[in-house]
């Protein structure tokens, strides 16, 4: 039975940015990385790869098993303590010759997916372990990065609306982009348009499109706002036809006055009743010009 002992993951920048795995919800178990050559300073390096991935504390818990030698697969033994363990992840390795210098793979299985994955790494003999680390962590953070977000891809007809998930502002379409795994309410907000909202699920390692035609909303304070105006402008307008009737009255009036009456005040009067006219129809133009503008935006 292979001993197991708690250690801890081993991406080396965990904190870049919020589109990174937490990792702090995942349990790791790694194994040693073999030397396959038949130089022994390559028994160091690998020890050190091992010492040094196990310094970094990203994972809820990891697991070194110093007895993993695991050729292509864990066996059964090992597969069962890490389902007791509810392990996410196994982790082994080997260090090769090639021509440059040396070559370190990592085999990544997933134990939920049951797929595994190759991260290679070629360096010189001259390479810091170090250096050599920190690629090898930087590679596995993609590919967990990979793994764990959901790619996301949103499109609506028109373009340009918000996209709000669980009320955290995304950006605007078209979208793009790499969002955690779970349960969210995603919401498309454009004016005039009607929201969309939707319950959605995403499973990890996945892509999820969606395209949406947004409709127009159905303004009903406009429907009432086009009353108004048409009302307005129909009130206006009997105004200024009224109007009109007594400026024809007053012009009337002073085309037949006879001498000795008041002309200034016949005209004036004439005057005022064609200027109330006119006001009253232009008024009446300009609600009516209004109640246009309303019905077509």
Known sequence: MHKIIIITGFLLFSASGNNLINSKESNLLIGNIRNQTMEREFDNLGSALNRMLSEQEYFLKSIFDSDLQV??????????????????????????????????????????????????VIAGRNDKET???????????????????VQLIISTSPSSASILMDNNELGLTPYEGMVNPGTYSLKLIKKPYVPIEIPVSFIS??????????????????KRSVLKWLGLS????????????????????????????????????????NVTRNILWISAGLSFGRMIFKIVF
């Open 205 to 222: 390692g996945n892509t999820y499109q969606y395209d949406f035609t947004l409709i127009a909303a159905e303004n009903r304070i406009n």
């Open 234 to 273: 129909l009130l206006l307008t009997a105004g200024g036809g009224t109007a009109h009737y007594f400026q024809q009255h007053a012009i009337e009036e002073y085309r037949k006055a006879k001498p000795g009456a008041d002309f200034d005040l016949l005209y004036n009067k004439a005057l005022v009743w």
């Open 131 to 149: 250096e050599i680390a920190e690629i090898l962590s930087s590679k596995l953070l993609l590919w967990f990065n990979r793994t764990e977000m």
């Open 71 to 120: 050729e292509s697969f864990p066996d059964e033994s090992v597969l069962v303590e890490a389902r007791k363990m509810k392990i996410d992840y196994v982790i082994w390795g080997e260090i090769d010759s090639c021509n440059y210098g040396f070559s370190i793979t990592l085999i990544v299985l997933s134990m939920s997916g049951g797929k595994t994955a190759h991260i290679n």
